[in-house]
């Protein structure tokens, strides 16, 4: 089946502006990723969607980073009022949803690299 | 929190084996410990997961003694095409969370 896929796959944007990414997860995926990478950097989480349940935001950076889910679907993060030191790689991953173990496998899409200029 | 770490770079020449080590000193009971590949301008790819002892699959070899303390990602025989980022997971389960924390990677060059 189809893998994750984020959209854009490159935005440019003006300081101030708002931007939105987008992430379609693997079907049947309940569970759902964002991260920030930095050029050069490790993995950075900003936010945890599981099934129906509140997502865990406590990654988030700042207010003006938020993300929605519908259901066990599609997923937009929200960047308002970008900032320079906004500009990365924005990456989603889904996953089955965790085991009480713990064991779960996460499946990353290709990232959405944003340049805040 | 559950913290790793592992070699910044590690540079191998190509056919030998390589194995990269990670510390992981406060994993939790229940956590696994999974390993990732990523290439330039991609997103991470799962390699291979383990709990305890020994796990091989078709790309490489996991080994966690038995005080889970650490992780050893084995390469067999790298190629040029193995020049990636490898970073070292766990999850993270004292923070109350599902929050899974990366290591900062090791950078892995295979030179010819």
């Known amino acids: 089946g189809a893998g994750v896929s984020q959209s854009p796959s490159n935005k440019v944007t003006e300081k101030g502006k708002d931007v939105e990414l987008r992430c379609d997860p693997i079907?049947?995926?309940?569970?759902l990723y964002w991260y920030r990478q930095r050029l050069g950097q490790g993995l950075e989480f900003l936010i945890y969607f599981q099934g129906n349940s509140a997502p865990d935001k406590s990654g988030l950076p700042s207010d003006r980073f938020s993300a929605e889910r519908t259901g066990e679907s599609v997923s937009t993060l929200t960047i308002q009022r970008t900032q320079q030191e906004d500009s990365a790689v924005y990456l989603c991953?889904?996953?089955?949803?965790?085991?009480?173990?713990?064991?779960?496998?996460?499946?990353f899409g290709p990232g959405t690299r944003l340049t805040v200029l | 929190l559950a913290k790793t770490t592992q070699p910044i770079s590690m540079d191998s020449y190509e056919g030998q084996e390589v194995n990269i080590t990670c510390s992981h000193n406060n994993i939790a009971t229940n956590d696994y410990i999974t390993w990732y590949q990523q290439f330039p301008s991609q997103g991470p790819r799962f390699i291979i997961q383990g709990y305890k002892t020994k796990v091989t699959n078709e790309v490489a070899s996991l080994f966690i003694p038995a005080d889970r303390k650490s992780s050893t990602l084995s390469l067999p025989r790298v190629s040029l095409s193995d020049t990636a980022v490898y970073y070292c997971?766990?999850?993270?389960?004292?923070?109350?969370?599902?929050?899974?924390?990366f290591g900062k990677g090791t950078k892995l060059s295979v030179i010819p």
């Open positions: 991953a889904s996953s089955l949803g965790l085991s009480t173990s713990g064991g779960e496998t996460q499946y």
């Open positions: 997971l766990v999850r993270d389960s004292g923070a109350g969370s599902y929050q899974l924390t």
């Open positions: 079907s049947g995926h309940t569970a």
